[in-house]
């Protein structure tokens, strides 16, 4: 399992526009907050997908075992957490 954030204030270097139309703007269409995500991994299928528009601390990410995770696991497995300093 592991937990990303995605900062709003991060501008994309690349983007899509028509053929023969270069791809400029300074607009930043990410909006103005951090997305986190929880997540886990199992057989390179990702599951028990969770995300917080808000920091994650040690209470959210209980809830997040406790809700989430612990109900799609299947009998007998080992969870393994990357760099979890809660």
């Known amino acids: 399992m592991d937990e990303s954030g995605f900062e709003a ?3 994309r270097s690349h983007g ?3 053929i023969g139309t270069p791809c400029i ?3 930043n269409w990410q909006g103005k907050k951090r997305t986190n995500v929880i997540g886990a991994l199992y057989e390179k ?3 028990a997908l969770d995300y917080f528009e808000k920091n994650i601390n040690g ?3 209980y809830n997040w075992c ?3 995770l612990i ?3 299947k ?3 080992v969870i393994v957490m990357d760099n979890a300093s809660f």
């Open 25 to 27: 703007d300074s607009y």
């Open 71 to 73: 109900p799609s696991l």
């Open 59 to 61: 209470d959210i990410f």
């Open 16 to 18: 899509y526009a028509p």
């Open 66 to 68: 406790k809700n989430t």
């Open 45 to 47: 299928a990702l599951f």
């Open 75 to 77: 009998i007998k497995c």
């Open 9 to 11: 204030g991060t501008i």
